[in-house]
């Protein structure tokens, strides 16, 4: 059983893709922000881009305050690539749900309350979906929390399960700068479980894009000259 999306499979073959996540996480630069700019021009409306731009300036401009998490300029490349890939996977462009991809984390890494995303313009819909698919860290890898954790993001729609699974993909083409050890195992572990059948289930050509992501990643682990390379730039 799929859910009805009008889903567009754009992403490259994996290797492809995986080489230009490593490049945009050890090489950072305004390519990102400027292709996604680019990419906005060509498939939204006036107001709708205007709207998608404003929550770019938002994201770009958020003080990461969790030590768990990348540089502003990293986090924010990463927040870019997820909404990318929610605008283009999508033959309707969804602009609630680019938006809410470019500041898909704000709750974790910041001190912004839900309040205050309100009070910045952002809808109910985005400060829902983000509080629900915020994850405790502490509980990370705890299968009783998770399997609350994931019915919530599935009782909320098909929209948030998506950015789910494109926000995971993401992580999940980086993972040859990720040291093999317990915090990848159970990574890659979880992806499976969980994340892999919502990807089957959003539809099926694109649950199995992703599972030969996993398999890949899995089958090439991490490649030391680029973690090296990546630890340098951090």
Same mark, same amino acid.
């Given at each position: 059983?799929?859910?009805?999306?009008?889903?567009?499979?754009?992403?490259?073959?994996?290797?492809?893709?995986?080489?230009?996540?490593?490049?945009?996480?050890?090489?950072?630069?305004?390519?990102?922000?400027?292709?996604?700019?680019?990419?906005?021009?060509?498939?939204?409306?006036?107001?709708?881009?205007?709207?998608?731009?404003?929550?770019?300036?938002?994201?770009?401009?958020?003080?990461?305050?969790?030590?768990?998490?990348?540089?502003?300029?990293?986090?924010?490349?990463?927040?870019?690539?997820?909404?990318?890939?929610?605008?283009?996977?999508?033959?309707?462009?969804?602009?609630?749900?680019?938006?809410?991809?470019?500041?898909?984390?704000?709750?974790?890494?910041?001190?912004?309350?839900?309040?205050?995303?309100?009070?910045?313009?952002?809808?109910?819909? %985005?400060? $829902?979906? !983000?509080?629900?698919?915020?994850?405790?860290?502490?509980?990370? /890898?705890? &299968?009783?929390? @998770? +399997?609350?954790?994931?019915?919530?993001?599935?009782?909320?729609?098909?929209?948030?399960?998506?950015?789910?699974?494109?926000?995971?993909?993401?992580?999940?083409?980086?993972?040859?700068?990720?040291?093999?050890?317990?915090?990848?195992?159970?990574?890659?572990?979880? %992806?499976? $479980?969980? !994340?892999?059948?919502?990807?089957?289930?959003?539809?099926?050509? /694109?649950? &199995?894009?992703? @599972? +030969?992501?996993?398999?890949?990643?899995?089958?090439?682990?991490?490649?030391?000259?680029?973690?090296?390379?990546?630890?340098?730039?951090?």
């Amino acid at each position: 059983k799929f859910i009805l999306m009008k889903f567009n499979l754009y992403f490259g073959p994996v290797r492809e893709e995986v080489h230009k996540k490593n490049l945009s996480m050890i090489h950072i630069s305004s390519d990102s922000e400027d292709s996604f700019v680019k990419l906005c021009e060509k498939n939204l409306s006036k107001d709708s881009m205007e709207e998608v731009f404003s929550a770019m300036i938002y994201s770009k401009s958020i003080d990461i305050t969790d030590k768990n998490h990348a540089s502003n300029d990293a986090y924010f490349v990463h927040a870019l690539r997820v909404a990318k890939h929610t605008l283009c996977s999508l033959v309707e462009p969804d602009v609630e749900l680019v938006k809410t991809a470019l500041i898909h984390n704000v709750f974790e890494i910041s001190g912004i309350s839900r309040n205050e995303l309100i009070e910045s313009g952002f809808s109910d819909f %985005t400060a $829902d979906a !983000i509080d629900i698919q915020t994850v405790d860290r502490n509980r990370q /890898f705890n &299968d009783d929390y @998770l +399997e609350v954790y994931y019915k919530n993001i599935k009782d909320f729609g098909p929209r948030l399960m998506l950015l789910r699974c494109l926000d995971k993909l993401d992580n999940l083409q980086a993972f040859q700068l990720i040291p093999e050890g317990d915090l990848r195992t159970n990574w890659l572990k979880n %992806t499976k $479980d969980y !994340i892999l059948p919502m990807a089957k289930e959003i539809d099926k050509v /694109f649950g &199995d894009y992703f @599972l +030969e992501t996993l398999e890949y990643m899995v089958s090439v682990g991490c490649d030391e000259n680029l973690r090296i390379q990546y630890e340098k730039n951090k």
